[in-house]
């Protein structure tokens, strides 16, 4: 590790003169010829015909945006001449898109009326067509306005619980981490910004996520061909959490919100802003969050040591010209929380988990508009994460170091009649882990690359999206030498395929049918091949194999939409069959070395997994909707006929909702059946039924837009379990919490 932090500041220097020269290149070419238009606009209420203020303007095929002053107004300079469509985005509005037509050296100036709109628990987004400002792809599942603020928890992964197929993995309230049809640790990626957070959330169930809901802007859950654009592993998908970190819109004044949240179950308070502003020829972008909860209440008592102090900050400084942007950002996140007690006695009083994670991203784009290009992106991102597990008397367990490093390149192709959305990619990335304390895992230095490419073909009522990847990777611990246990710790190589392609047909105006269809590649990790000792916090002792081989899987996922204005109805099967799944089985006997610890060793078998989903919104009548989902998966290991372990039950949500102008009123429904497959070693968890009760409240002052939101979750005090959480032995999930948000945009 002490190597690259050495050369760590070449790489930097190297990066910068990268991003500058690729800045001066944008400039001139935009510089060389150009043909401008002019579109000037105001935003009202149909009913009242008062300004609408703060409303997100999106000029698509150009990725221009900008947002509404407190009268409504907006103007854009400097517009491509040509077709373009505008699309605007408003908490408590009906979002619309209009065709425009910008003609050279002229002003094109418009008025749009705006309808007050019902917004509902989300579903399933199916588009044909990219959105600028929302990254390379549209998502399958969004989180963003009042849908995050309704779902906004502690943890990324309990706000997007219950949807259509997702889970959360849990020990304890901080290090849960979401599961997508099953699929998790480093099946599942978790995203910030589009890029990997450089964490240890994938490696153990202890380990959490990096990322704070806070101040999120958006969370995006991404599947299919997509999803390919990230990473090999993403049979199950991609989780995409939209911070902004490094500013790419033109501001011609302050803008960002603050948000205040407190929840009874664990005396909990959280806080966090976010500003934007112009700075002379620059933007400028600052945010912050802090959380403090006490031990988490259940209706059985107090889960003991699940207290969480979480601090995070950044800033960030960009160009933004009608080239593009050119840009960086710094940002610094630390957690303190702890692990509850182990159920086996490993460590009866918990374990203490301090991490800091601390990164620096550089990023730029470049449209070009020409040579059949759209737009150029390059990106760097470094991280330095460390990571210590303290006994109850204060010992030091096990600590962890990270150091990692990512490049990408992209290449957006200009649409055509047919093909849309093209996309080409490059990226590397280095990961130099080191650990320490009751292990004897070695260090190693992984190296990896990839190239990928996605496009769509458009032929009239049909769709296709396809992509192909291709991933190498090297893992290498520095020396060869011969654990009893381990195997043969050497340098091992992997390199492999991925492929996706989903076709659409739009059988009617409401109603259309599609298949997927995915071949994906997942090479081991330096955990899984070589890890060997103790982890209290896990409750495990843990073994590595050195001998795995690389996992693929064959994904088949057959869906049917029905979509008519408010209502939408999606039902999807699907199954996933996967070679050599490397996962850490209980062999059921206990450490030589801590005999209070069950050994768990790294293996790769056979795993088919089959499942079904169903989501839905329904208006009722007057200002009733109902919405909700179902989702179930089947697991087994076929080489032993045995339940593949820790897989989510039957479970599902439903939902009744009152909407009239800016009062939201819904009352939930979770439910779970029965977990009975279960794997070798593992309890049987019974169902449960649980209601919540969900209120918002928004106002719109002359400058600023006000949110209130009301939540009260597990109304009746229910003592329930949830199977994928590891600490359920203990103690329920948390009993009846009340929880306030109020969210000011600036």
Known sequence: MGAARDTMVIRICRIAIFMLLHAT?????????????????????????????????????????????????????????????????????????????????????????????????????????????????????????????????????????????????????????????????????????????????????????????????????????????????????????????????????????????????????????????????????????????????????????????????????????????????????????????????????????????????????????????????????????????????????????????????????????????????????????????????????????????????????FLLHGSIRYDYKNIDPGEDRYSRKVGLIRRRTYGDFSAAVSPHWLMSPKWSIGVSFMRTFRAPTTEELFSEGPHLAAYSYEVGNADLNKETGIGLELFLDYKIEESFVRMAIYQNDIYNYTFPKNTGEKSWTRADLYVYQYVGEHALMRGAELSFHLPLAGHLHTAGSASYVWGELLDHKHPLPYMPPLEGKVNIGYELGIISLSASMRTAAQQNRVGEFEAVTAGYTVFDFYGQFMLSSRRHLHSFSFTVENIFNSAYRKHLNRVREVMPEPGRNFRLLYKIFI
């Open 25 to 461: 290149l944008a400039n001139a070419i935009s510089d060389a010829s150009r043909k401008t238009a002019t579109l000037k606009g105001k935003l009202v209420e149909v009913e009242t015909g008062e300004p609408v203020a703060f409303v997100n303007i999106l000029l698509q095929e150009i990725n221009r945006s900008i947002t509404s002053d407190q009268n409504g107004d907006f103007i854009l300079f400097d517009l491509p001449a040509g077709q373009v469509t505008l699309k605007t985005f408003r908490i408590g509005y009906r979002n619309i898109a209009v065709p425009l037509e910008l003609t050279t050296d002229d002003t094109l100036e418009i008025v749009l009326a705006l309808n007050r709109a019902v917004i509902h628990m989300g579903g399933v987004t199916v588009e044909s067509s990219r959105a600028g400002d929302s990254g390379t792809v549209v998502p399958d599942i969004l989180f963003s306005d009042k849908k995050l603020h309704q779902a906004l928890g502690q943890t990324i992964a309990q706000t997007i619980d219950y949807e259509p197929g997702i889970s959360q993995r849990t020990m304890g309230p901080a290090p849960a981490r979401p599961v997508l049809r099953g699929l998790s640790g480093d099946r599942l990626l978790m995203l910030e910004d589009n890029e990997q957070t450089g964490d240890l959330s994938a490696t153990s169930t202890d380990h959490a996520v990096v990322i704070e809901p806070m101040t999120a802007e958006r969370i995006e859950v991404i599947r299919g061909p997509e999803a390919l654009i990230y990473g090999s592993n993403t049979l199950g998908g991609a989780v995409n959490i939209i911070r902004g970190y490094v500013p790419s819109k033109k501001l011609t004044r302050l803008s960002g919100s603050a948000s205040v949240q407190g929840e009874s179950v664990n005396r909990g308070f959280a806080a966090g802003m976010d500003l934007t502003a112009p700075l002379g020829p620059l933007t400028a972008r600052v945010d912050g969050s802090y959380r403090n909860a006490d031990d988490v209440n259940t209706p059985e008592g107090i889960l003991h040591n699940t207290t969480i102090l979480t601090k995070n900050a950044s800033a960030g400084l960009s160009v933004v010209r009608d080239w593009g942007f050119a840009g960086a950002a710094a940002s610094d996140y630390q957690s303190d929380y702890g692990i509850p007690p182990d159920p086996s006695g490993g460590h009866p009083s918990g374990v203490d988990i301090k991490l800091d994670r601390r990164h620096m991203e550089m990023r730029s784009e470049l449209r070009l508009d020409a040579f059949g290009l759209q737009r150029l992106e390059a990106s760097y991102n470094h991280s330095v994460y460390f990571h210590q597990e303290l006994e109850s008397n204060g010992d030091l367990g096990m600590e962890f170091g990270v150091v990692s490093d990512f490049i990408q390149g992209l290449i957006l192709i200009k649409n055509n009649n047919t093909l849309k959305n093209g996309v080409f990619g490059i990226r590397t990335n280095t990961r130099d882990y080191a650990s320490g304390g009751l292990t004897f895992t070695p260090n190693t230095f992984e190296t990896a690359a990839a190239g990928f490419y996605y496009q769509e073909i458009h032929l009239g009522r």
